[in-house]
């Protein structure tokens, strides 16, 4: 169960056809113990539509280094296999998180992200509640 207070609507656009929900993974990188993930697959369940994830890994992000980034990827895959073992599938794009989750949602009909606390992540969401989407394009999701 997913507490009500957890849930915060980002913006006023409606639930929409689509052919899946998508999950933006920012700041929870994990598939355990996650309220966003379980939210997103208990709406899709309800909608009868699967769950994507998503990660946008942006190359510049502040004071990241290479070591940094293998420890993401290597936790990346961890989770992967865990959402694999659930039917979910993960896409990591190389791109701004907000670009990549703004594409993928082209073809959603919700959107659920989790709650990162910096100053960059409160940006980006800001940047994807911004935007109204038009009505789904049909076109094949590339991976």
Same mark, same amino acid.
């Given at each position: 169960?997913?507490?009500?207070?957890?849930?915060?609507?980002?913006? !006023?656009? !409606?639930?929409?056809?689509?052919?899946?929900?998508?999950?933006w993974m920012?700041?929870?990188?994990r598939?355990?113990?996650?309220?966003?993930?379980? *939210?997103?697959?208990?709406r899709a369940?309800?909608?009868?539509?699967?769950l994507? %994830?998503c990660?946008?890994?942006t190359?510049?992000? #502040?004071?990241?280094?290479?070591?940094? *980034?293998?420890f993401?990827?290597?936790g990346?895959?961890e989770?992967?296999?865990t959402l694999a073992?659930?039917?979910?599938?993960?896409v %990591?794009?190389k791109? #701004?998180?907000y670009?990549?989750?703004?594409?993928?949602?082209q073809?959603?009909?919700?959107?659920v992200?989790?709650?990162g *606390?910096?100053?960059?992540?409160? !940006?980006? /969401?800001e940047?994807?509640?911004m935007?109204?989407?038009?009505?789904?394009? /049909?076109?094949k999701? !590339?991976?």
């Amino acid at each position: 169960m997913i507490q009500p207070e957890r849930i915060q609507h980002l913006n !006023k656009c !409606k639930e929409r056809r689509g052919r899946f929900v998508l999950y933006w993974m920012q700041a929870s990188c994990r598939a355990a113990c996650n309220h966003a993930l379980e *939210y997103a697959i208990r709406r899709a369940d309800e909608m009868g539509k699967p769950l994507i %994830v998503c990660f946008g890994m942006t190359p510049d992000f #502040p004071e990241a280094n290479s070591r940094h *980034y293998v420890f993401l990827l290597e936790g990346l895959r961890e989770t992967q296999e865990t959402l694999a073992g659930r039917g979910i599938q993960l896409v %990591v794009r190389k791109a #701004p998180p907000y670009q990549a989750a703004l594409t993928l949602a082209q073809d959603a009909c919700l959107v659920v992200t989790d709650r990162g *606390y910096l100053c960059i992540q409160r !940006k980006w /969401r800001e940047q994807v509640a911004m935007v109204d989407l038009a009505p789904p394009n /049909r076109s094949k999701l !590339k991976e």
